[in-house]
């Protein structure tokens, strides 16, 4: 088990703008993961300045079509490693109600030789086709095309992803996060998206192609932010009254004529964002339980009939831990210090890689109530830990 316990990130800076100030960039240093970040490009590169002692890094709230991380210090540099941008579910169902689509991610890290392949100077050309490392200079004598990375680097090393991360020097980690898949057809229900109806200003509201007005939490794949090209030019949702079927339900980013609706992608989002040195105690026991809590509405109806509403769902851990006296010591410690505040966990490590520990046991968890401790041993060596973990979304 591992926990975030020291966040190094001192600034964050992105190369595109936000949707509004309530959306800045720097939301994703706080403990608010529904209070993101939301850009107002289909593309937007993220940098972070990281304190030297960072071993992870943990995103939550994504929203994006695609994603790299990569980091770089003063004496290495890393490859360009994918982000998990799959939802929890391909059914389309998911988007009802639910404000986080995608699972957060724990990456570790350390610094440790290059093994990958390498290319000296003079380079007579070729394809590049995966991460490889260069002297600071290269002289071409041909046609180089890359299709990944190279980084031309003085040293031998390199930042690897790996289970249990080591201290880093001051570094920095760059998010690049695209958005590219047109949601104006995938409606969960109703129909697709046409046109655009405005009634006066940046008001109006999105129709089929025979002017019925579209019910949006049915089609619940446009929201705010969402960047909708109309009439050839970009527009980006500010604001959505109720379910968007009034005639100025729907305000844009600017002033939208009546026009036809060439394409609505998802904005890029993201929620927290955390890189610092880590607690890392032993995994959890066998019988440890992972549980959900779902904040849909249900009703039922004295005829016995029902209602219900499709909110959030979240998951908890029940943890049972055999700790060493020492990391028990310092796991108490960790709680004196954050108790009701959230943290970045990942429950266990280590697993077979088709365990996906890295997505589907981590997240931004929060305890529940205080941990118990009791003495496994006579000689004090080893006590049982029991917690419960809860996730912020």
Same mark, same amino acid.
């Given at each position: ?119 000296? =100077? *003079?380079? $007579? +050309?070729? #394809? @590049?086709?995966?991460?490889? &490392? ?8 041909? !046609? ?41 057809? =995938? *409606?969960? $229900? +109703?129909? #697709? @998206?046409?046109?655009?109806? &405005? ?8 129709? !089929? ?185």
């Amino acid at each position: 088990m591992q926990i975030i316990q020291i966040d190094l990130i001192s600034a964050v800076t992105s190369d595109a703008s936000h949707l509004s100030s309530t959306f800045a960039v720097t939301n994703i240093l706080n403990d608010i993961p529904s209070l993101q970040y939301i850009c107002n490009s289909t593309s937007c590169t993220i940098v972070m300045t990281v304190s030297s002692g960072m071993q992870a890094a943990f995103f939550s709230g994504l929203q994006a079509d695609s994603g790299t991380i990569q980091l770089g210090s003063a004496t290495a540099d890393s490859e360009q490693f994918d982000i998990n941008t799959t939802p929890y579910s391909s059914l389309s169902e998911l988007a009802l109600g639910s404000s986080q689509r995608i699972s957060p991610e724990f990456f570790s890290f350390t610094v440790a030789p290059y093994t990958g392949p390498t290319i000296s =100077s *003079p380079y $007579s +050309g070729g #394809t @590049i086709s995966e991460y490889t &490392q260069g002297p600071t200079s290269i002289e071409l004598t041909g !046609d180089v095309t890359l299709e990944s990375d190279l980084v031309l680097t003085d040293s031998s090393d390199s930042i690897q992803r790996v289970s249990t991360g080591s201290a880093l020097g001051a570094a920095s980690i760059t998010l690049r996060l695209e958005t590219s898949t047109d949601r104006k057809d =995938s *409606p969960v $229900s +109703g129909n #697709t @998206i046409h046109q655009w109806d &405005q009634s006066s200003g940046v008001a109006g509201r999105f129709e !089929d192609s025979s002017g019925n007005a579209i019910n949006l939490n049915d089609h619940a794949n446009v929201m705010i932010g969402s960047i909708c090209t109309i009439g050839g030019s970009d527009y980006q949702v500010n604001k959505i009254i109720g379910d968007g079927t009034g005639v100025a339900d729907v305000e844009l980013s600017g002033s939208a004529s009546d026009a036809t609706v060439t394409a609505i992608k998802h904005p890029i989002k993201l929620g927290i964002a955390r890189a610092g040195s880590v607690l890392n105690v032993e995994n959890p026991q066998l019988g440890t339980s992972k549980t959900f809590t779902d904040f849909s509405i249900r009703r039922q109806i004295e005829d016995g009939g029902y209602s219900q509403t499709q909110r959030n769902v979240s998951k908890s851990f029940t943890v049972s831990g055999l700790l060493t006296d020492s990391n028990a010591q310092s796991f108490e410690g960790f709680y004196r210090s954050f108790r009701s505040k959230p943290v970045p966990v990942i429950v266990a490590d280590g697993l077979d890689s088709a365990r996906n520990e890295n997505t589907l046991m981590t997240g931004f968890y929060f305890f529940r109530s205080a941990p118990s401790m009791a003495y496994a041993v006579f000689n004090g060596s080893h006590t049982q830990v029991e917690f419960e973990l809860n996730e912020v979304i």
